[in-house]
């Protein structure tokens, strides 16, 4: 710890250094006891530092999440951080960029939150990131002339980079409102009623990346290894609304599309990390056992005014269980996949209507354009009401499907979802089809949306008249 020679360890600007309260008389009568609260074997030195520096925590920040940003500190004395780096008054936060966040109340930690993105024009996930960096100034009491003076870089800003992500809509790594979490005491309790330091599932994965020092998202682990009931720490709950989410196995999990999950497809020998869009029913997730569950049903929810969801922060680990299979959190030193993804020929509203009984095809193409993007793409259809009509799509990579829905390649018109299409980049071209049955409900809507990686598109609202 800092004891350089001719080094002034002043005792009156070490009670104004502690204090809680704002411009302490430094000259006021104290003595060491009183400011360490142990009189015994105190050394002013444990209350020194060196220098000041970096300022850590995550690269890119998801819109209208938070993450931590701590101020670190080299050569600190033992009571450094409790005494000093805990006191607020000794710490300036701030940004600057074209940054929309808040800062708290902080000391060396701050917790940065993101607002939300607005995006126009038919903008996609990535189009209105927004940079800058958070930065924050050490100086004891906000005074020039304090305890710790002398370090590096004491009463200077220092800054981290940042990006806030625009994720159209989105919200990462997030459960439904409602989802049951298994704590480690064997209780159940909704997500959103989880508190700071419980104890929840998770399962140990030998040789897994941190979030916060590599690319976790790349970690793969044999089948073959030894997958047993663990417990991580809850250290955030956030209350956010997503735009979809994915109901998997009917009902066994509710989550949203940017979600990592433990995931093996059929025939692999590895276990990785994959997102919901990118499943294939008969393929596997894991449990809180370490047992893998078949894939038997994936669905997606699509609502504009959006669902609750609740975003979760687990240490030391990074993944836990959710309702039944193990999930990743959030977080991303490096930048994240979103692909472009746009519909090129969309109208935004397009009607069905006939009789009951009928069967109606779209007079025209409709086509949405992707690049950048990876895995797999998923087409899905939200439907509300109009029971006795079942809405299908025909597509095609080569060109339009056409009314019959086989033209260049065509898929023919099939049932939604349509999941696991090989199309990453590129034109995709599709024709919708309405089969109304002869009796029952045929009135109501939908929304078509296309997703990749996580991020979806969704700007084409269908109407079904059938009577």
């Not at 607002?115 to 960096?133: K, R």
């Not at 100034?137 to 906000?142: I, L, N, P, S, T």
């Not at 370090?151 to 919200?171: C, L, P, Q």
């Not at 089948?223 to 209350?239: L, N």
Request: aromatic share 10%.
């Amino acid at each position: 710890m800092s004891t350089t020679s001719g080094q002034n360890l002043s005792l009156g600007k070490l009670k104004r250094a502690v204090s809680s309260s704002i411009n302490a008389n430094n000259t006021a009568n104290t003595s060491l006891g009183s400011v360490s609260s142990n009189a015994t074997n105190t050394k002013m030195s444990e209350f020194s530092i060196d220098s000041v520096d970096s300022v850590t925590g995550f690269t890119y920040l998801w819109e209208q999440t938070s993450e931590d940003y701590q101020v670190n500190f080299s050569s600190s004395g033992s009571r450094f951080n409790d005494k000093i780096a805990s006191n607020t008054s000794n710490f300036s936060w701030s940004f600057d960029g074209n940054l929309d966040v808040t800062i708290g109340s902080a000391d060396y930690v701050a917790s940065v939150t993101a607002g939300s993105i607005t995006n126009t024009g038919g903008a996609v996930a990535g189009t209105f990131n927004q940079s800058g960096s958070i930065m924050v100034k050490f100086a004891e009491d906000g005074q020039s002339d304090g305890f710790n003076d002398h370090a590096t870089r004491y009463n200077t800003n220092v800054s981290k980079s940042i990006e806030i992500v625009d994720t159209y809509g989105g919200v990462p790594s997030c459960l439904l409102f409602g989802s049951p979490v298994s704590k480690s005491d064997g209780s159940v309790v909704n997500v959103e009623d989880l508190n700071i330091g419980d104890e929840i599932l998770s399962v140990s994965l030998q040789g897994s990346t941190d979030e916060s020092v590599g690319d976790w998202k790349n970690d793969t682990f044999n089948q073959s290894g030894s997958f047993t009931e663990h417990s991580s720490s809850v250290s955030r709950v956030r209350y956010e609304f997503s735009q979809h989410y994915y109901n998997i196995n009917s009902g066994s999990e509710y989550i949203t599309g940017e979600h990592h999950m433990l995931y093996r497809q059929a025939g692999s020998e590895n276990w990785t990390w994959k997102t919901a869009p990118n499943f294939s029913v008969g393929d596997y997730l894991m449990d809180k056992q370490g047992n893998e569950v078949v894939i038997s049903s994936l669905e997606q929810h699509i609502d504009p005014d959006g669902y609750e969801v609740v975003q979760l922060d687990v240490e030391p680990d990074d993944y836990y269980v959710g309702s039944t299979f193990v999930v990743h959190n959030k977080g991303s030193n490096s930048e994240p996949t979103y692909p472009t993804t746009q519909w090129s020929t969309a109208p935004g509203d397009e009607t069905f209507a006939g009789s009951l009984g009928d069967t109606v095809t779209s007079d025209g193409v409709r086509t949405i354009g992707l690049s950048n993007g990876s895995g797999t793409t998923t087409i899905s259809f939200d439907q509300t009401s109009a029971g006795a009509v079942t809405f299908k799509v025909a597509w095609s990579t080569s060109g339009d499907p056409d009314s019959g829905g086989t033209a260049n390649g065509g898929s023919g018109f099939v049932t939604f979802p349509v999941t696991g299409i090989s199309f990453t980049t590129g034109t995709l071209y599709m024709r919708f089809q309405a089969v109304c049955a002869a009796s029952g409900d045929g009135t109501g809507t939908g929304v078509v949306s296309f997703t990749n990686n996580g991020v979806t598109n969704s700007d084409v609202d269908i109407t079904l008249n059938f009577t």
